[in-house]
């Protein structure tokens, strides 16, 4: 199976950004971990970053056909995008949203997300972690469909 791993803005500065927070793991760090246990389960990867909200709709509108399943963090976009959401329904790509934090335990404005609604499911919390669940969530969906 093919996966595309979105990573939304700020994202690129991982491991020097709020590491109380996000933690010392840099992007590169995060995609070398997938791609390891991606080869394991047997699924190729795509990963991209862009701080750039059309940038990321654009490509979650061009996965149609060509990915199986999205992994997306939108980061900031996650609380704010309309455009996101509607993007991931047009798509009809099954998506899990991914997030270092566990965004249901801090600011009040970052427990709602617009992307859960319309995502398979959510994982929150773990760390770098979370997009390995992620990943494994991937692989189980697409067997089941
Ligand atoms: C985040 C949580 C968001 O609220 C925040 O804006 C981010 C990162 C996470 O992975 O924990 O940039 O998506």
């Known amino acids: 199976m093919k996966i595309l791993v979105l990573n939304g803005p700020n994202l ?15 992007l590169a760090d995060i995609e070398a971990k997938m791609r390891h246990h991606a080869g394991q389960v047997g699924a190729e990867m795509d990963f991209r970053q862009s701080n750039d909200e059309g940038q990321l709709v654009s490509w979650i509108q061009e ?4 990915f199986d399943a999205i992994i997306l963090n939108a980061a900031g976009y996650t609380h704010t995008s309309v ?3 509607d993007a991931i329904v047009a798509s009809g790509v099954p998506t ?8 249901h335990a801090r600011e009040g404005f970052r427990r709602k997300s617009m992307i859960a609604g319309v995502a398979k499911g959510q994982v929150t919390g773990f760390g770098d972690y979370s997009y390995i669940m992620a990943l494994d969530a991937c692989v189980n969906v697409n067997a089941s469909r």
């Open 12 to 26: 690129n500065l991982l491991g020097q950004r709020e590491p109380e927070i996000y933690g010392r793991t840099t």
């Open 96 to 103: 899990i949203e991914v997030h270092l934090s566990n965004i």
């Open 83 to 85: 455009a996101l959401r």
């Open 63 to 66: 996965s149609r056909g060509h």
